[in-house]
DNA sequence: CCCTGATTCGC
DNA sequence: GCGAATCAGG
């Protein structure tokens, strides 16, 4: 692969908004993220605006499971971030529910549903969760990331939801 | 061990 | 100019 006119404005743009570099690799495809460090000091732009420190995508709050709520019901569900460490981090999700009118209402609290780091395919490793995230249709597609517990491909949380059935998938903790 | 960016240097 | 190898750091 050669560095087009494209690719390069493409970096500058992935670079300016605080990818890591072997992020934007994995993005660009073909290169190495050693390739686009070097081409970023060739280019001179090293020094990023902001600090950032990477970890950017962190801030973006993934919701995983909450996506079954529909028909008829209403429900709501309010989540805040309780630890923001990448090893433990986690939202405490609490919500109210009526999502079927025939059933009680209860809130469920301390649902703990991790933050993916959200890796590209090829920055999965041994130690990565391979638990998939958003349409795989989408260029946003990825995978959770996270450390994986004590083995398995998923991590801790996720290797619940996988081999639990769909009904269970709540009180998790 | 996982990852990060920085630097060097043969190609 | 390019990027693998290496380094220093979190």
């Given at each position: 692969m050669n560095w087009t006119d494209e690719r390069v404005e493409q970096l500058k743009k992935l670079w300016a908004d605080g990818l890591s570099a072997s992020q934007i690799a994995a993005q660009l495809g073909g290169v190495s993220r050693n390739a686009v460090i070097g081409k970023v000091h060739r280019l001179k732009?090293?020094?990023?605006?902001?600090?950032?420190?990477?970890?950017?995508?962190?801030?973006k709050v993934n919701?995983?499971?909450?996506?079954?709520q529909r028909s008829g019901g209403s429900a709501h569900m309010t989540s805040r971030v309780v630890n923001r460490s990448v090893g433990a981090t986690a939202l405490q999700t609490e919500y109210s529910t009526d999502l079927v009118p025939h059933t009680i209402t209860k809130t469920v609290t301390d649902v703990v549903v991790p933050i993916s780091r959200r890796l590209e395919l090829v920055q999965l490793?041994?130690?990565?969760?391979?638990?998939p995230v958003g349409d795989?249709?989408?260029?946003?597609f990825n995978f959770c990331g996270n450390d994986v517990g004590e083995s398995g491909p998923y991590c801790t949380y996720h290797s619940r939801l996988a081999y639990q059935p769909a009904s269970d998938r709540r009180r998790i903790r």
């Open positions: 732009l090293s020094g990023r605006g902001k600090t950032t420190s990477t970890q950017t995508r962190s801030k919701t995983g499971v909450s996506g079954s490793s041994e130690r990565t969760c391979k638990w795989p249709l989408q260029p946003d």
